[in-house]
């Protein structure tokens, strides 16, 4: 009589199931797989018991820091990585990466590109810069009288500082008097804009002049760069809203004379 045939099994392999919980794997021999899930004997199939009632899901934010599609820049670091570079040469940007405690001023065209720059220049020499940024006298009303203590210590310490302000006289005195470099950010050129719409297109810019940016702000230029939007679209934002707010600026002047 012919022994009856054992069905073999995959060697080293079990499957348990059951709901979830804690599992102390020491305990389990080795191969074991484990199933997340719980089985349903009346359906005759494992169940998801994250689709059982009273189950909630906690959704995340969506990142905003996200970068571009295709590894282009934002905007905002488009345009503010321009106008800086526009006005401090390669050798210069070399000298503030290495370690030798400076001290630096950095003047912007309005109160609006103080923090952009601020970020731009973290972003681009470190946390070892302490940084001093004014938009316009502190609370005390101050002015550059205040924080000449700090700039003081931490040159005395090694560290590098930096002032950023749209009005040197809004500085600490100390940090005025021991300045090693002024960098001077002006309103951005055509040539700036160019970049900057070249960095963030992906695509060779279109010409500009600057007639086409006069009247525009940070903000204004950044109303220009859209996602999607190629570097004819966004001249053309560029001279209409610098059309319109340059009318707007005459008319509300003929109305002052005329009042």
């Known amino acids: 009589m012919k022994k009856a045939k054992r069905r073999r099994r995959s060697p080293g392999i079990a499957v348990r199931w059951g709901q979830k919980r804690l599992v102390d794997q020491r305990c389990l021999a080795p191969g074991t797989v484990l199933i997340d899930r719980i089985f349903d004997r009346d359906r005759g199939r494992f169940e998801d018991p994250d689709d059982e009632p009273g189950n909630f899901y906690l959704e995340t934010e969506e990142d905003t820091d996200s970068p571009a599609p295709n590894g282009q820049p934002e905007a905002m670091t488009a345009l503010v990585g321009a106008a800086f570079e526009a006005a401090a040469s390669p050798d210069l940007r070399r000298k503030m990466s290495h370690g030798q405690a400076l001290c630096v001023i950095v003047l912007v065209p309005t109160v609006a590109w103080v923090l952009p720059i601020s970020d731009h220049f973290r972003r681009s ?37 930096v002032g950023i302000s749209v009005d040197v ?20 050129t055509a040539a700036v804009v160019k970049t900057a719409i070249g960095r ?9 002049d600057d ?3 006069a009247e525009l702000d940070l903000d204004d230029l950044l109303t220009a760069f859209r996602p999607g939007s190629g570097p004819v679209r966004i001249a ?24």
Do not use: M, Y
């Open 169 to 188: 006289s809004l500085l600490p005195r100390a940090l005025v008097g021991a300045a090693d470099l002024t960098i001077r950010i002006g309103p951005p």
């Open 125 to 161: 020499f470190g946390d070892r810069w302490l940084q001093h940024t004014r938009s316009g006298p502190n609370w005390r009303g101050l002015g550059g009288s205040s924080g000449s203590s700090r700039v003081s210590g931490a040159l005395a310490a090694g560290r590098s500082v």
């Open 211 to 213: 007639a086409s940016l």
């Open 200 to 208: 963030f297109a992906g695509r060779a810019p279109v010409e500009l």
């Open 236 to 259: 053309q934002r560029l001279a209409a809203a610098s059309a319109v707010l340059r009318a707007t600026a005459n008319l509300k002047e003929a109305n002052t004379c005329s009042s």
